[in-house]
């Protein structure tokens, strides 16, 4: 019986060791790739923590060290993952191959607490129901009439009288956070038919804002941690930034919830009235819902998903823009110049930017685009391959792997943007770079750029971003110089689900004389 007993132990011994001695030399065998120095079992992973307040750049120079811009990353704790910045790879997996690369339930696993079943958080058919709804939300001409009255109504009535008053008190104005207030005012006016007035001076930061800060903050950080296993297990428990976060979703979903109910309510009360007008006049993005039947959880996940990314996105791009406009006095002299062509002829003053005309920007919507070629909102995205795969540059992919394509470090390849890649010139989005004004601007691939994603799964907000940049970037520097009061070489990046400058962007605001710039 013992003997038994010791050869079924010994067979279960063999057994487990041939099994984990197999899975190594899968591991550290086969064909070798460029990445972080790694060891056996734990990987890359003491790298990994050293680089882990700096990845951008570690990742960044690993990339550029790749003769093919792909690395494989392997590290204890997480799974296999490929870091790219070749636009063949990306393109492969975005528009190829869509089809294989799903964000996946490891993605999907990190953010589900917080999205839910919303559309950024979805693949399949639930996925394709979201972005048919979406799309034709997107194309209807009352939302783009909806999106410009909002934005005339916050900028005019809100942004501007705070500038003003700061220019004549000499306040030191975070922009950063000024313009976060003003992205989710216009969101939840477009999204929820609600108005937070988080503009307001007079009002605190609204409680709703704080619990989306916090949750997008952890959630992305679960996504960043050494060890996965950790946060999981926190999350089991109950504890710490886990228990936090959990506080902090309650919020949100609460918040959004009675949000839902009242405009329920609201639409239930005009439906009673047979005041069918009424109800079509509810343009908003959550009326639209209600009014095709949709269940709660879907409306609010739907709806949280289009909130955070309304609000980071563009808060994001134009802080940097204006960062970039302070080192780069010449480029911001160009701009204005444009800016001041494009007004209407009202007083000089209380001059507008028609909607339409915006469109025909070239000079600013470049600036924009080199402003998140170099400081992209979103600093990487990540798939995970349902079968097995061979990237277009020879990389081999599992079915599992994180699969990552990397926007922040694509802007920083010597291959794709020459030995200038580090410089801040607008010029080079123009088919004649030495002839900006009234110049035609460059078709680049949206592969070489996937700031907004691409194939399937493009942003479909993507020129209804730019809009409201526009309209509020030409608006600010038709009226205002923003003046950096620290050193303005030693902003850094912070890559959260979206990314944002750390410290914030203190600015003095000085007026513009109007009539030495036109």
């Keep these: 019986m013992l003997i038994s007993f010791f050869s079924f132990f010994s067979l279960c011994f063999l057994g487990c060791?041939?099994?984990?001695?197999?899975?190594?030399?899968?591991?550290?065998?086969?064909?070798?790739?460029?990445?972080?120095?790694?060891?056996?079992f734990i990987g890359c992973l003491i790298s990994f923590y050293k680089n882990r307040f700096h990845l951008l750049d570690w990742y960044t120079d690993l990339l550029a060290q790749s003769p093919t811009q792909t690395i494989v990353v392997k590290r204890f704790g997480a799974r296999r993952t490929i870091v790219t910045a070749n636009p063949d790879n990306?393109?492969?997996?975005?528009?190829?191959?869509?089809?294989?690369?799903?964000?996946?339930?490891?993605?999907?696993?990190?953010?589900?607490?917080?999205?839910?079943?919303?559309?950024?958080?979805?693949?399949?058919?639930?996925?394709?129901?979201?972005?048919?709804?979406?799309?034709?939300?997107?194309t209807t001409k009352s939302l783009k009439e909806l999106v410009a009255k909002t934005l005339q109504e916050e900028v005019k009535d809100r942004l501007l009288p705070i500038l003003e008053s700061a220019a004549k008190t000499g306040k030191v104005l975070d922009m950063q956070e000024l313009l976060r207030r003003l992205a989710f005012d216009v969101v939840c006016k477009v999204s929820l038919g609600t108005d937070p007035g988080c503009l307001e001076p007079s009002l605190p930061v609204s409680p709703l804002v704080t619990a989306f800060d916090i949750a997008s903050m952890i959630s992305a950080r679960r996504g960043a941690a050494p060890l996965f296993i950790i946060w999981k297990i926190k999350r089991a428990l109950k504890i710490g930034t886990e228990k936090t976060l959990k506080e902090a979703i309650e919020h949100v979903h609460r918040?959004?919830?009675?949000?839902?109910?009242?405009?329920?309510?609201?639409?239930?009360?005009?439906q009673k009235k047979d005041n069918h007008s009424a109800v079509d006049s509810e343009e908003d993005l959550l009326s639209r819902l209600i009014s095709a039947g949709h269940d709660e959880e879907f409306i609010r996940d739907m709806v949280i998903s289009f909130?955070?990314?309304?609000?980071?996105?563009?808060?994001?791009?134009?802080?940097?823009?204006?960062?970039?406009?302070?080192r780069y006095p010449n480029v911001e002299a160009d701009l204005v110049k444009e800016v001041q062509k494009n007004l209407n002829d009202n007083d000089e003053k209380e001059r507008l930017l028609d909607y339409e005309e915006l469109k025909e920007m070239g000079l600013m919507k470049a600036c924009l685009n080199e402003t998140m070629r170099l400081y992209p909102p979103v600093a990487w995205d990540s798939k995970h391959p349902l079968v097995d795969d061979v990237l277009p540059d020879g990389t081999r992919v599992q079915s599992g792997d994180r699969v990552t394509y990397f926007q922040y470090g694509m802007g920083r390849m010597e291959e794709l943007w020459g030995k200038d890649r580090l410089e801040f010139k607008p010029d080079r989005w123009f088919v004649e770079p030495d002839k900006v004004e009234g110049g035609v601007l460059k078709n680049v691939s949206p592969y070489k750029f996937p700031v907004f994603q691409a194939g399937p799964r493009v942003c479909l907000g993507k020129e209804m971003a730019f809009i409201q940049m526009k309209y509020v970037v030409s608006s600010i520097l038709n009226r205002f110089q923003l003046r950096p009061v620290i050193d303005t070489d030693k902003a850094v990046l912070v890559p959260l689900l979206t990314a944002h400058m750390a410290g914030g962007f203190n600015v003095k605001v000085i007026e513009r004389d109007c009539k030495s710039q036109i």
């Design 255 to 270: 918040s959004v919830a009675e949000m839902i109910q009242s405009k329920k309510e609201k639409v239930k009360q005009l």
């Design 90 to 138: 990306v393109e492969y997996m975005l528009k190829t191959n869509f089809n294989n690369f799903p964000k996946g339930q490891p993605f999907t696993e990190i953010l589900g607490d917080l999205l839910g079943r919303g559309i950024f958080n979805v693949d399949g058919e639930l996925w394709r129901t979201q972005r048919k709804i979406a799309s034709h939300g997107f």
């Design 307 to 326: 909130i955070m990314a309304g609000r980071d996105t563009t808060s994001a791009a134009m802080t940097w823009l204006f960062w970039s406009l302070s």
């Design 17 to 40: 060791s041939s099994f984990f001695l197999l899975n190594f030399i899968k591991f550290w065998s086969g064909t070798q790739y460029y990445g972080p120095k790694s060891y056996p």
